[in-house]
């Protein structure tokens, strides 16, 4: 291959005159970082709501997770983000358009909600299985404690559940990192942004995507151990999750 | 023995063909004339430069060069055939595609500069472009002041979005600059209000402008923010036998006539898919390229 390396292009100055390569590179890992963790959160919440609504008894609330699930897990990341950005404020009124238009920080906002709400999807069907797979007999235990739904929810069904799928948590988790990768898309020049740029200015493909490939490793292993960590504190000794 | 007799006519071959060969083959031309097939990267929405006309074809006034350089190819290496193959290529992945060996020649709008010329090699320019912004006219933006902080987009990674970045803070405009991911984007952004200018080489403005929904809703400034710079077909580099070979089939190109006849082709006639036609007669500096060709990544050297 005819390719002329050149590792220490990492410590010249980038144009734009805000440092080298790598403090380029460190910006976009740091707008990943912010990324995936906002949208990680609105993942959880979203998704917790969802996912038990999918196991309420009622019919209505059923349909209401099954439509939210199908809507987003059904349709590609890119789209829909393009959709979030470009069409939603066409649909709006125009002045709150315009609004939405001029927000600063518009490409990361979008993002952020954009993937979070993609991955409600997945944490839903997620925590669906999750509280299926108790026996029936632990809902039945709460209804005969006189606990209400929401208690028993609360203080039997989920806690269980939760520690169950933390495994599969832990790699949504992973994957909520990897695709605010899409978010270049809409602007967000993060992590993989700061990379394609970085090959554009100075032509080093290689050293530009080693570099990005070694932050997200580097960042997952973080996320995995950290996870690792918190279910081993969390296993009750005696459930399945536990030793 | 077998062995033996095989090396003595492999020697004897050797010593036998050299002299007839006026010299020995290496790099690109060695493996163009042993594998008897040649492969242009082409971009597919570069237009009018290369992109892929209606039949998914690639087109354009880059492709027509690239054509023009493979039949200089194929005379100089006595062929009777030569293949052509097309690989599609994005500006990720032209650097990478080009240094392993799947295309030989990039044909599409690739700036020229010192710092890119590290790793890949140009062929003599063929278009010089210089840094400018479209707006709406409805925003009224008259001069490069009065973009003072307003949302300003551009492509990233390109060498406007560098541009704009240092006139920014020379100026003190104070805009908000967006990147974009590609041009297209970077023109919804405009067209949908997100952005009051787009910052970029005014021919592709030019042609984005010309493929709008609303084409007079939209003017190219009179401002810029650089200086002409040059665009150049990328090859190897260390390749000198067949940077010759590719450097004086496009000097004769721009020299004889045939050259002007290619560029009124694509950027003063109607061109594929849609009867696009951009209006953009050759400029004072490409004049003075074309009657002296160069590689230089220098845009003073184009005076």
């Known amino acids: ?243 | 023995m077998k062995h033996r007799h095989i090396i003595g006519c492999l020697l004897a071959g050797a010593l036998c063909a050299t002299p007839a060969m006026a010299q020995e083959l290496t790099g690109t031309l060695k493996n163009i004339k042993d594998t008897g097939a040649i492969t242009l990267g082409f971009r597919d929405s570069s237009i009018p430069f290369s992109y892929l006309d209606d039949s998914q074809k690639p087109v354009g006034y880059a492709m027509d060069i690239c054509y023009k350089i493979v039949d200089a190819v194929k005379k100089e290496l006595k062929l009777d055939k030569l293949e052509v193959k097309l690989n599609p290529v994005t500006s990720s992945t032209r650097i990478p595609l080009l240094a392993n060996g799947t295309i030989d020649l990039e044909c599409g709008s690739t700036t020229n500069n010192a710092e890119r010329q590290k790793q890949i090699a140009y062929t003599n320019t063929h278009f010089l472009t210089a840094s400018r912004y479209v707006s709406k006219k409805s925003s009224k933006i008259n001069s490069i002041d009065d973009l003072k902080g307003k949302a300003v987009v551009s492509t990233s990674g390109t060498t406007n979005i560098k541009q704009l970045t240092e006139a920014n803070a020379e100026k003190k405009l104070g805009a908000n600059i967006i990147p974009a991911k590609d041009h297209a984007e970077a023109f919804l952004m405009v067209e949908t209000d997100r952005a009051v200018a787009f910052v970029m080489d005014d021919i592709l403005l030019a042609s984005l402008v010309a493929g709008s929904k609303a084409p007079d809703d939209y003017v190219i400034s009179k401002d810029a923010f650089s200086k002409p710079e040059p665009y150049g077909i990328m090859l190897r580099k260390d390749d000198p036998a067949f940077k010759k070979v590719v450097d004086a089939a496009t000097s004769a190109l721009y020299k004889g006539g045939e050259g002007q006849k290619i560029y009124d082709k694509w950027f003063t006639q109607k061109i594929p898919p849609k009867g696009l036609n951009l209006n953009s007669p050759m400029s004072a500096e490409l004049k003075n390229q074309y009657a002296k060709p160069s590689d230089s990544p220098d845009p003073d050297a184009y005076k």
């Open chain 1, 1 to 243: 291959m005819n390719y002329n390396w050149n590792w220490s292009i990492f410590f010249e100055p980038a144009p734009g005159g805000t440092g080298t390569y790598f403090d380029m590179l460190l910006s976009g890992l740091w707008l990943t970082i912010q990324t995936g963790i906002f949208a990680w959160i609105i993942a959880l919440i979203f998704g917790s709501i969802v996912g038990v609504l999918r196991t309420l008894p009622s019919k209505t609330a059923y349909w209401i997770g099954f439509a939210w699930v199908e809507f987003f897990r059904n349709m590609p990341l890119l789209v829909q983000l393009f959709l979030w950005f470009f069409v939603l404020p066409e649909l709006l009124p125009r002045s709150w358009g315009l609004w939405l238009k001029q927000m600063p920080n518009a490409p990361f906002y979008t993002a952020a909600i954009g993937v979070g709400l993609f991955m409600s999807a997945r944490v839903a069907v997620q925590l669906a299985a999750g509280i299926a797979s108790l026996p029936r007999g632990q809902k039945q235990a709460a209804t005969a404690l006189g606990l209400t739904t929401f208690q028993g929810y609360r203080y039997v069904l989920l806690p269980i559940a939760f520690r169950i799928i933390m495994p599969p948590l832990t790699s949504e988790f992973l994957n909520t990192i990897k695709n605010t990768a899409v978010a270049i898309t809409i602007g967000l020049i993060e992590l993989t942004g700061q990379a394609r740029s970085m090959q554009e200015f100075s032509f080093q493909v290689f050293e530009a995507f080693t570099a990005a490939t070694v932050m997200y490793l580097l960042i997952n292993i973080v996320v995995v151990t950290g996870m690792r960590f918190l279910e081993r504190s969390l296993a009750i000794p005696g459930y399945i999750t536990g030793k």
